[in-house]
């Protein structure tokens, strides 16, 4: 019965950000507004300043939660340079998790918990801060087999910190989820622009709201883009394949499919408390994992449980 | 030398629009807001009401610029019960034009001008009214070999008169133009939102932003979707071929060439004045066509020729 009331947890842990732009600046400016003890390090003097200039100490030696905020191709040599306690827990931002577990988990063993926040936009950079970013976004957090849960609570506890609900993944499915709701949606939206394109400038002139959404993700760098496709090659193939699996059905089955997906995501996501139920996971890698695969989030954590949902139905 | 300025074109005739919901009503509701006479009919006595209370005469006697407002299924019988003046003019704003042109088209030979405003919104009906709906938006118009020229320009001043820019067209090319911008984006959105409920409750719970807009117009009506495509199948099929052929290129050849339109595009659309190119054209159906099918827009008509623009570059 240690589970009935919130006890006091252990005293958060300092929080050291490497890279300050978007996704990073942000993170370490809505922890520095949670009352968190934030430094920080960036490669550019500007995003450092812009940092410093949000209560951000700025350092080379990083401690606490050492969180790895710089793009996929930049993340194994990251912390070079950098002097990193080794009692710290390091985790990632990055879009995919199967690759960075490979080179920046070898490196860190069970001291790396590898996370994902589903959130950022088509802007970069320090000047695209924004301390609301990661409020009601999810965020993935990954429990391997050998992940080190102390760990992990600590990591999820600085997701919780700014206003994500955090899903608890392992690095295989995250990357076989995010291939179907991210990367494929980016592929797609290249084609459709692609072949409007081929189809000439009067079908672009007559292009409106459809297109428009449709080909929205197709404005973002496509070197960021393509370093996220080609870093979650297999899963993104699989999904695609699936995408090209309902595009040869019969057209108004495919629509009604379409939409039914559609209306409940939508519902799912807009109903608040109603269609959700509320339930705790005990501190143990396979009830935290069977929440997330059931379409679950960690709202809470207590000293022996954690608090969240699933969607009902 | 009689277009060096601007002269006072006819009268403008009266509009009658049948069918007051979202598109519909919104043009009558723009038109008496822009002082041109407008009557209107719905088989939907709040449809008449809610019409009536923005000025709109309502009667079952038709005459002037006669508009069919109505959903494609509809648009054969929606005149049944009406009187229609053997002088009118008769337009639609479904959304494909060769099927139109091929039944309304037959019923009213020369007097039947196709036509197609780019704009509309998930919502419908009469309580989706906006009388802004077509400010800026693209209005295709079409001109087929036998179309008497004089009725194709009172089709478009209505379609000016409301604030949209006016794109000529054959109803061929205009299918084939939406069917790339429009059919297919909602096939694409339909077959991502039902792969990604193959994939399961994680991947819809790690849904963000990408998702969002990939899957916006499965959202739509399924029954209004599945109109809009099965009449329009041959040019969706081609449209659709076009977005697989480049789904198997390499994905960083595919992410750029995405990449390139889609900048393009978004350049075009919010440059203004510059990158576009000032023109007039001739009352003349082949400098008309040669206008719309180089993306340009009509946006004024005077009494000897039209004034607008075409993309540069």
């Known amino acids: ?120 936009t088509e802007r970069s950079g320090h000047t695209a801060v924004d301390p609301d970013l990661f409020t009601g976004a999810r965020w993935a957090v990954c429990l391997e087999p050998d992940t080190d849960l102390r760990r992990w609570l600590r990591v999820a506890e600085v997701a919780l910190a700014v206003g994500a609900e955090v899903v608890p993944v392992t690095a295989a499915e995250h990357d076989a989820a995010v291939a179907a709701v991210s990367q494929v949606p980016h592929l797609l939206a290249a084609a459709l622009a692609a072949a409007a394109g081929d189809a000439g400038p009067l079908a672009l002139s007559l292009a409106a709201g459809s297109f428009r959404d449709g080909t929205r993700v197709a404005g973002s760098d496509p070197d960021f883009v393509t370093a996220m496709v080609e870093g979650n090659s297999g899963p993104t193939a699989a999904a695609l394949a699936r995408v090209q699996e309902r595009l040869i059905r019969p057209w108004p089955e495919l629509i009604a499919a379409g939409h039914t997906v559609a209306a409940a995501h939508t519902t799912g996501r807009t109903a608040g408390p109603t269609g959700r139920r509320a339930l705790r996971a005990p501190l143990d890698r396979a009830a935290l994992l069977a929440l997330g695969r059931a379409g679950g989030v960690v709202t809470h954590r207590r000293a022996a449980f954690v608090e969240g949902w699933v969607p009902e139905g």
């Not at 949670?34 to 401690?63: F, M, N, Y």
């Open 1 to 120: 019965m240690t589970a009935e009331f919130p006890v006091p947890t252990m005293p958060a842990p300092p929080v050291a950000v490497v890279g300050l732009g978007q996704l990073g600046g942000s993170l370490a400016a809505a922890l520095v507004g949670a009352g968190r003890q934030v430094s920080g390090w960036d490669v550019d003097p500007a995003a450092r300043a812009a940092a410093e200039s949000r209560g951000v100490q700025i350092t080379r030696e990083l401690s606490g939660v050492v969180v790895l905020a710089v793009p996929l191709p930049a993340m194994t040599t990251a912390l070079d340079g950098l002097t990193v306690d080794p009692d710290a827990t390091v985790t990632d931002l990055g879009s995919v998790k199967t690759s960075v577990l490979r080179t920046v988990g070898a490196a860190y063993g069970s001291r790396f918990v590898g996370g994902h926040p589903m959130c950022g």
